[in-house]
């Protein structure tokens, strides 16, 4: 059982270039999310899929897009990326009982944008 | 936006002390709370959730007053494996998100 999975663990971009942030959970959790932190900011919410084949915003959604691929998988795509998202990023699930939400969290991937 | 303050701390504290954060959300809606620990470049881990008649995990206790909208975390005989930063966490009542601090960093000290 290996809980939330994410691919890749370090990335480096530059300026303009795309990527996909991949991340799986084995735990039937029906919601899931994207977060990013930096220092002195904490976590913050990018998107988050509720169920499957439902995505929303967060507080920080701009420059990203998300897909639900499935149960199990929701991916995070940087479609230009700047070097403002630089930040360690993680995806986390949860049951999804509304009000109830203890989230289990990946390992993370770091990113920098150069 | 919805509020939720942790002294950052550090907080540097010999072995075998016992030391309590407190944590305030703004959000009187809030409905569940949780404390997460996160070792540095590690994820957040689920430490315990808060319960409101309080709760206790071996030398871990946890206090929520509704009334004053606060959380607080006891650690008692501090181990040097508890050096962490611990981030508090809160759920709005109908909703799938939770709201993070920014955490309260502890050194326990030999």
């Known amino acids: 059982n290996a809980g939330v999975t994410q691919t890749p663990k370090f990335q480096v971009l530059k300026t303009g270039q795309s990527m996909t942030l991949q991340c799986a959970q084995d735990?039937?959790?029906?919601?899931m999310y994207w977060y990013r932190q930096d220092p002195g900011m904490g976590l913050r919410l990018i998107y988050y899929s509720a169920s499957e084949g439902t995505t929303d915003k967060g507080e920080v959604p701009n420059g990203y897009n998300v897909s639900r691929l499935n149960k199990r998988e929701f991916s995070l795509r940087l479609e230009s990326a700047a070097p403002s998202q630089t930040s360690v990023y993680f995806c986390a699930s949860s049951k999804g009982n509304i009000g109830g939400n203890e989230q289990y969290f990946g390992p993370g991937t770091r990113l920098t944008v150069t | 936006r919805k509020e939720v303050e942790q002294d950052p701390g550090p907080f540097n504290v010999p072995e075998g002390a016992t030391v309590a954060f407190n944590c305030t959300y703004s959000?009187?809606?809030?409905?569940?709370f949780f404390w997460y620990r996160q070792d540095c470049r590690k994820e957040p881990k689920l430490l315990m959730s808060?319960?409101?008649s309080g709760n206790e995990d071996g030398r871990f206790t946890a206090q929520l007053n509704r009334a004053s909208q606060y959380i607080s975390l006891l650690i008692r005989d501090s181990k040097l494996s508890d050096s962490a930063t611990y981030l508090c966490v809160v759920n709005e009542a109908g909703s799938y998100q939770l709201t993070f601090g920014k955490g309260t960093k502890l050194s326990v000290i030999p």
């Open positions: 808060v319960y409101s």
């Open positions: 959000n009187s809606a809030s409905q569940s």
């Open positions: 735990m039937n959790h029906n919601s």
